[in-house]
């Protein structure tokens, strides 16, 4: 897969966490083809044990079904999931992931796997703010050279 090694080449030194999988949605699927080291760290878990996984593994007791088959929802018809999920880390503990799942297409057009953007947040205490971000703000993460192409492709943002 050609886009796979273009994502692969953009992602590597990313920040943000980059996931990669196949198109099969209902299990054992979808399979994950590529994680950047960043999904790795997000995730706790080391990258040759997350490859050939579903992201499934990472759901647990307060992943939220509804959120879940949200997400099941977009994906079967191939437009984007961009939501907030309580995940667990290898050593168990939770956090919480903003999502932006996107559909990869072929040059035909054809629903060709999934491409997800992902980095953890924290809930705001108190009343939400009405501007960016309401609820969650993203945890500090540093600054790379994917973090103004991931601006332009409006990754994590609401009105999309
Ligand atoms: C690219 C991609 C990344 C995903 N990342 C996560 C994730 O980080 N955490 C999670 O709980 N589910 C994630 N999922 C969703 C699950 O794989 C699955 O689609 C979801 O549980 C809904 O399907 P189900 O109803 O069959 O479980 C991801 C899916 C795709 C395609």
């Known amino acids: 897969m050609m886009v796979l090694d273009l994502i692969r080449a953009l992602a590597e030194d990313a920040s943000i966490g980059v996931v990669v999988t196949d198109m099969a949605i209902d299990s054992p699927g979808p399979i994950i083809l590529y994680a950047n080291p960043a999904f790795g760290r997000l995730v706790g878990r080391d990258l040759d044990r997350i490859v050939g996984q579903s992201p499934r593994f990472m759901q647990g007791k307060e992943t939220r079904r509804e959120t879940l088959d949200a997400f099941h929802r977009a994906l079967a018809a ?9 995940n667990y ?3 168990g503990i939770k956090y919480r992931a ?4 996107r559909p990869l297409r072929n040059v035909r057009g054809e629903l060709d796997g999934f491409v997800a953007f992902e980095r953890e947040v924290v ?6 703010a009405g501007g960016s971000g309401g609820r969650y703000e993203a945890s500090p993460i540093s600054n790379d050279p994917l973090g ?3 601006r332009s492709l409006s990754v994590f943002d609401v009105e999309n």
Do not use: M, Q, S
């Open 123 to 128: 809930r705001r205490l108190g009343r939400p």
């Open 98 to 101: 903003e999502i932006d799942c």
């Open 89 to 91: 880390r290898g050593d």
């Open 78 to 86: 191939g437009e984007r999931f961009h939501g907030y999920l309580t």
């Open 148 to 150: 103004n192409g991931l």
